[in-house]
């Protein structure tokens, strides 16, 4: 079965941290690009954050670019997304997914920023 389960969401103070993970099951993973999205209330989901390979240059939304960071492990077939200083305006559901290709989403993972 194609699917994606994301984890690690929570509740956080602002200024803190979290990170996030994406295990993939049922396809070949190292062989896609892979990204995050977050879909905030009453907002569309947004592309947040995606990566090639291990190793290459990711890409971030300007909003979250030098507070997040991504990464893979092909050998687990797992997707991260280190979130540091998080702001309120971070509080959204994430989701993982093929960057291209995407397959049906998952439930994604809470995460809300408050005080």
């Known amino acids: 079965q194609v699917q994606v389960v994301e984890s690690g969401g929570g509740l956080v103070q602002p200024g803190g941290s979290l990170r996030l993970s994406c295990v993939a099951s049922?396809?070949?993973?190292?062989?896609?690009?892979m990204s995050w999205y977050r879909q905030a209330p009453g907002k569309e989901r947004e592309l947040v954050a995606a990566?090639?390979?291990?190793?290459?240059?990711?890409m971030y939304v300007d909003s979250v670019r030098g507070r997040f960071t991504i990464s893979r492990d092909n050998v687990k077939k797992t997707l991260y997304l280190q979130m540091n200083n998080l702001k309120p305006e971070d509080t959204a559901v994430y989701y993982c997914?093929?960057?291209?290709?995407?397959?049906?989403w998952g439930q994604g993972t809470q995460v809300t920023v408050s005080s």
């Open positions: 990566i090639i390979i291990p190793g290459s240059k990711p």
């Open positions: 997914n093929r960057l291209n290709s995407q397959i049906s």
């Open positions: 049922g396809f070949t993973f190292s062989s896609y690009a």
